[in-house]
């Protein structure tokens, strides 16, 4: 089983910036896929931004142009670097990993106010 360490969050202002990191330990295979979700209140968790192990991303339409999501192989560490926030990107973020099976955070709030 992964363990996932998140840190990050935070209360901000509309504009502004926070960033976000997660570190994985306990992998036995190797992580292929590392990546953001999150979830507002009274709305299903989403998916925010993955990254593979070969530097591919995948980014939501909604973050596109404002998130940059980047790892560090020999770190096992994913980052979530978010600009130009706006109160819709309010949520809690969960880091979320895949090697042998997906292995979740325990989550960081994210507030943005206006």
């Known amino acids: 089983q992964v363990q996932l360490a998140e840190s990050g969050g935070g209360l901000v202002q509309a504009g502004g910036s926070l960033a976000l990191s997660c570190a994985a330990s306990?992998?036995?295979?190797?992580?292929?896929?590392m990546g953001w979700y999150r979830q507002a209140p009274g709305k299903q968790r989403e998916l925010v931004a993955l990254?593979?192990?070969?530097?591919?991303?995948n980014y939501a339409d909604s973050v596109k142009g404002r998130f940059t999501i980047s790892r560090d192989n020999a770190k096992n560490t994913v980052y979530l670097q978010m600009n130009n926030l706006k109160p819709e990107d309010t949520a809690v973020y969960y880091c979320?990993?895949?090697?042998?099976?997906?292995?979740w955070g325990q989550g960081t709030q994210v507030t943005v106010s206006s």
């Open positions: 979320a990993t895949q090697s042998s099976t997906w292995s």
């Open positions: 990254i593979f192990r070969s530097g591919n991303t």
């Open positions: 306990g992998s036995r295979f190797g992580i292929n896929v």
